[in-house]
Nanobody
Framework: QVQLVESGGGLVQPGGSLRLSCTAS????????MGWYIQAPGKERELVAV????????RYADSVKGRFTVFRDDAQKTIDLEMNNLKPEDTAVYYC?????????WGQGTQVTVTS
């Protein structure tokens, strides 16, 4: 069973930075896509960033382009989200996502709070 464990969330001031990490386990394949989704209070879960199995293709939400960077380490089966110049509107629960052979797995979510 594929499992995802997220870490790195926390409380930061506007303009600050965080790095979210997600570690995948329970499989041996290297052919999987991973990404990060955001769910703010009262809103639907939305895509933040996704990265292909090769790491050569990424896609970001317009709201985070130029501020967030997603990357993966297949040796450790991790995906990181580097978040810079954080804004209060980035406050939400961030969820790690993985797709393997058309099956999706979600992490438990990690809280990011941006406030003065």
């Amino acid at each position: 069973q594929v499992q995802l464990v997220e870490s790195g969330g926390g409380l930061v001031q506007p303009g600050g930075s965080l790095r979210l990490s997600c570690t995948a386990s329970g499989f041996t394949s290297s052919s999987y896509a991973m990404g990060w989704y955001i769910q703010a209070p009262g809103k639907e879960r939305e895509l933040v960033a996704v990265i292909s199995s090769t790491g050569g293709s990424t896609r970001y939400a317009d709201s985070v382009k130029g501020r967030f960077t997603v990357f993966r380490d297949d040796a450790q089966k991790t995906i990181d989200l580097e978040m810079n110049n954080l804004k209060p509107e980035d406050t939400a629960v961030y969820y790690c996502w993985l797709a393997l052979r058309n099956k999706e797995t979600w992490g438990q979510g990690t809280q990011v709070t941006v406030t003065s």
